[in-house]
Each structure stands twice: as structure tokens, then as C-alpha cells.
């Protein structure tokens, strides 16, 4: 009798330690699956320093390094003033940017 005892308990045993990869592994995978897609939309923090373009009512409207048109009110200055501004832009955004001028270099002839 004794034996099968200790058989039932051994195989018990091995199941909650299944059980717990198998959660596991599909936690990881809906992480995988769902919130990698999302970490590209999250904002990066540039810095740079950017020529004043013009002086509106909402405030100054600045060109970046990136191509993008930024107005913001929090600067002050007047057209042709270079200042230090600090904007957020999608990750995304700059991957995709980033992709497109390596295209454009290996594209260019060497002279």
C-alpha cells in the first residue's frame, strides 16, 4: 500500500511547478504580443539647440534637427535667435527617420 502512497504524492507534486511554468510563459507571451507594439509610441526628450523661424501669437514656431515644425509658447526670442528648446517625439518617429537617411546615404554616389 505504501507505495502507491508515495507514487500519487511525487506525482502531485509536479504538477503545481507545471502549472506555474505554463502562467509564466503565457504572461511573457501576451507582454510579447500586446506591449512591445506600445513602447514605440512612447515620447523621447530631445534637447537641441534650434534657429527661431518665426514669432506668431501662440508663440515662437522653431525647425528641428528631426524635420519637425515645433510652436511653442514657453520661449521667447525673435526670428534668426538661436535658443536651447527641449520636445518630445514618438520613438517611432525617430526610428523610422533614422531608417530613411541610411537609405539616402547609400543611395548618394561618392564623388
Request: aromatic residues 10%; without cysteine.
Amino acid at each position: 500500500m505504501k507505495p502507491k502512497a508515495i507514487q500519487k504524492e511525487k506525482t502531485s507534486h509536479l504538477v503545481t511547478p507545471m502549472l506555474f511554468g505554463i502562467m509564466f510563459a503565457s504572461i511573457v507571451a501576451y507582454f510579447v504580443i500586446f506591449a512591445t507594439p506600445i513602447t514605440s509610441e512612447l515620447p523621447v526628450q530631445i534637447t537641441e539647440e534650434v534657429k527661431i523661424i518665426a514669432v506668431t501669437e501662440k508663440g515662437i514656431v522653431v525647425e528641428t534637427s528631426t524635420g519637425v515644425t515645433v510652436v511653442t509658447d514657453q520661449y521667447v526670442g525673435s526670428p534668426g535667435d538661436i535658443i536651447e528648446v527641449t520636445y518630445s517625439v514618438p520613438m517611432k518617429y525617430l526610428e523610422n527617420k533614422r531608417i530613411l537617411e541610411e537609405k539616402y546615404t547609400l543611395f548618394q554616389p561618392k564623388s
